[in-house]
């Protein structure tokens, strides 16, 4: 039977090729935009690079405290995160490291703008960075305050050209000489928690990271669990010790700050009213619905004026007993066989888009590509394309009065 | 004539109504694409204000240990006085973190007469700033040193703040904010600190006082045409040297105002491709419509060349149908978008929005008058026997 409606269908695409056109055109493109949104949306969310124990750590980005007529918000003190997030009993480690922030390097006549950050050794055990070559800085030469320096892959090509080793060699940054000890793949600059060019030990830092006792500093940390099972324990224990914690200030009345899985605390947006993940959960529904919506009507008016073209063949159906439910399946089997057609064409417009933006570096580092569940996300929204547009045209197909149907032709 | 047509819609109401539905939402997904290119076109326009090319900016935490405000003003002199001492620096100016073309901002709000005004960007500056930046000043002064003491604590303000708070009134000796009163010096033209497309918004300049030397952060240098990179160097050498605990960058004032343009452009660019892609869409999908509506209208279109109607008659009946189409479907729109302006949302001018509006009503007219030109054509030039014939 469906390879009947298979066989009806394609001989119904082939008789009005230009209306077959415009609803392939209508679906490969619609499906396109989502693809590569999926995409982006996927690279930045899904992408476990350097992070690769996400579903054991918690990211902890900022503090805000608030009062009457004040407020005051930003990221946390290298005190703050040692002596109180380090307390907790159920985090293994603390990976604790500053917000990237930039300098320069002249090296040949050339500048080069560098953006650094200083961690702590913990930082290297939590985050599974892909060493190139070489290791990261251990303990042992944090505690001595040795210059040594961590470089992505992208600075060792500007600064050094293309040498094969530079472990050992040194590398000028704000006015400062570092032994490079490793080089790691580079991090996309949306992954802004991990994103560098350099990373230093936090005792190299000029700013005096052990005298600062406020609560605010230049730093973020990240908890990291013994199991997944421990990770809500672990959340539960820090909003505990965060509602323990004395006002650093008379004029404040509530502290708030947030151990949080990737997602949450990636869109944190410092409004402690609304969460992050609901705005932009809204932004993109607003976004998707927008795109979907005239596409979707579009192909109603289409499919709405086509099987009007077929009123006799539906009447005869219908006059030798085709119940109305054997209908309106067939007609969204066509549909949804379209659909998917244009969900082909679609993956490789796609392909062709994510290339282009590949190639053309939009974002430093950052590669897109279509993946599993870009794939199966896309396979989805095809069949919910396939049947919005399908089902009420189907619908008032099947209502058709016999007698008029076939008295139309 | 115009009644007959519209019995004629009636009578495929169901088929007209999805038709409708879909120019409504081209005409809303439409106003808000030309209500973001007006906006952002207006904001171009205007100048600048201020003078990008050949200013640096230098990026300092500087972590002094001194608590001393003397020993810190004569630290910051210092400085001052080596880097001015440079052959290819014109001059410079230290300022708060708010630099053109930076994402950092500092707001706040003031009142006069009762009239409250808040999201006004407060830059900190020096003397020397306006030279630095080549301001252009509309009325009264820039700071001096005449400002060091004063009863009332200067300001100057831009022209939009002034237009906001006095209207056409002369701002200078005027006394605004709350409790302690500030006087407003002078008012310069409106600075565009966030980048070509970005409007200007309400700023007022405050005088840094020497109290707070400690808390800035970004230093602005004019240098010459002629400062290259071994220059660039060479005063960053010079820097670090002094501010031996900091951490320094220098960005060029020209390449931020390229990166803030792009992250304007950017969105911009994706959302009108998004647009123009489902416009052709729209575009496509009423052809195909209304070309195959002529096809099933053979037999009615034959008979009325039969007795006489002319081509062009014909034809301006079907574009006449899909126009009275397009008019419910802005009616219905217009309804929609007039809210913006009169309940203010988003805080753009008002005549944004009449002209995004205006734009999208021609452009949807343009649209279905271009897509049932061709479909018209085609049914005027139906022969009376040929279409009679198949009946």
């Known amino acids: ?409 | 004539m115009f009644n007959h047509l519209l019995r004629l819609m009636w009578n495929k109401k169901k088929q007209n109504f999805l038709l409708m539905t879909e120019m409504f939402i081209s005409f809303l997904v439409l106003f808000a694409v030309f209500t973001l290119m007006v906006y952002n076109y207006n904001n171009y326009k205007k100048s600048m204000g201020f003078e990008y090319e050949n200013v640096w900016v230098v990026n300092y935490n500087n972590n002094m240990n001194s608590n001393n405000t003397d020993s810190v003003l004569l630290f910051y002199e210092t400085l001052r006085q080596t880097v001015k001492s440079l052959p290819k620096v014109k001059d410079i100016s230290f300022t708060s973190e708010n630099v053109p073309f930076s994402s950092n901002s500092i707001q706040v709000g003031t009142e006069y007469n009762k009239k409250q005004l808040s999201h006004i960007n407060l830059l900190r500056v020096e003397d020397s700033y306006k030279n630095v930046l080549q301001l252009k000043i509309l009325e009264g002064r820039w700071f001096n040193r005449q400002d060091i003491a004063p009863k009332h604590k200067p300001f100057v303000i831009n022209q939009t703040l002034k237009e906001e708070l006095f209207g056409n009134e002369n701002a200078i000796g005027k006394l605004i904010g709350g409790d302690s009163k500030s006087e407003v010096i002078g008012v310069v033209e409106d600075m565009k600190i966030k980048g070509d497309y970005i409007s200007a918004g309400r700023a007022m300049y405050e005088r840094i006082d020497t109290g707070s030397y400690r808390w800035l952060g970004r230093m602005l240098v004019s240098v010459t045409p002629d400062a290259d990179i071994a220059f660039e160097g060479k005063l960053y050498k010079t820097i670090t040297n002094i501010m031996k605990n900091g951490n320094i960058e220098i960005e060029h004032l020209a390449n931020k105002r390229k990166e803030s343009n792009y992250f304007a452009l950017v969105p911009m660019i994706v959302l009108l491709i998004v647009a123009g892609f489902l416009i052709i869409n729209v575009a496509l999908g009423l052809f195909g419509v209304l070309w195959y509506n002529i096809n099933r209208r053979r037999g009615e279109i034959g008979l009325r060349r039969a007795i006489g109607a002319t081509g062009n008659s014909v034809s301006g009946q079907l574009v006449a149908e899909a126009l009275i189409l397009a008019s419910f479907a802005i009616i219905a729109g217009t309804f929609f978008a007039v809210q913006f302006p009169l309940l203010n949302v988003f805080d753009l001018p008002r005549g944004v929005y009449l002209t995004a509006i205006i734009l999208a009503v021609f452009f949807i007219y343009l649209l279905v008058l271009i897509c049932s030109l061709y479909p018209g054509k085609q049914a005027a030039a139906i022969y009376p026997a040929i279409a009679l014939h198949e009946e």
């Open chain 1, 1 to 409: 039977m469906l390879k009947n409606y298979f066989n009806i269908a394609i001989a119904v695409l082939k008789r009005r090729k230009f209306f077959t056109f415009i609803s392939l055109f209508v679906i490969s493109f619609t499906l396109t935009i989502l693809m590569v949104l999926t995409a982006f949306i996927d690279k930045v969310v899904n992408d476990n690079y350097p992070d690769k124990k996400r579903d054991r750590l918690l990211y902890i980005n900022s503090m805000e405290e608030r009062g009457e007529n004040a407020m005051n918000g930003g990221s946390l003190s290298f005190y703050f995160l040692t002596h109180y997030a380090g307390s907790l009993k159920t985090p293994v480690k603390v990976a604790i490291s500053s917000a990237y922030s930039g300098t320069n390097t002249y090296i040949n006549n050339k500048k080069i703008a560098v953006n650094y950050k200083y961690t702590n050794d913990a930082y290297w055990e939590v985050l599974d960075y892909d060493f190139l070559e070489g290791k990261a800085f251990n303990r042992q030469q944090i505690a001595n305050g040795e210059h040594v320096a961590v470089i992505s892959e992208d600075l060792k090509k500007e600064y050094f050209g293309n040498v094969s080793s530079v472990v050992g060699q040194y590398i000028e940054a704000d006015n400062v000489k570092y032994r490079v000890s490793g080089v790691v793949k580079n991090v996309p600059i949306t992954n802004y928690m991990m994103y560098s060019d350099i990373y230093l030990p936090y005792t190299v830092s000029k700013s005096d990271y052990n005298e600062n006792k406020t609560y605010r500093g230049g730093y973020i940390g990240i908890l990291m669990a013994a199991s997944k099972e421990d990770v809500p324990k672990m959340h539960e224990e820090y909003e505990q010790m965060i509602s323990r914690l004395p006002m650093s200030s008379k004029e404040f009345n509530r502290i708030y700050s947030h151990a949080d899985t990737f997602i949450s605390g990636y869109v944190r947006t410092g409004n402690e009213e609304k969460s992050g993940v609901t705005i932009a959960l809204t932004a993109i529904g607003i976004f998707v619905l927008l795109v979907m919506l005239l596409p979707t009507l579009n192909l109603v008016n289409i499919n709405v004026t086509r099987i009007m073209e077929r009123s006799s063949e539906i009447g005869v159906r219908k006059a030798f007993g085709a119940s109305s439910q054997t209908l309106v399946y067939q007609f969204i089997v066509e549909n949804l066989l379209l659909t998917l057609m244009g969900g082909l064409i679609s993956i490789i417009l796609s392909l062709t888009i994510l290339y282009f933006i590949n190639s053309a570096g939009f974002i430093a580092n950052l590669t897109l590509s279509l993946n599993f569940t870009v794939l199966s996300i896309s396979l989805l929204t095809c069949l919910v394309f396939g049947l919005l547009s399908g089902v009420y045209p189907a619908w008032r197909m099947s209502r058709l009065n016999v007698v008029t149907a076939l008295k139309a032709s």
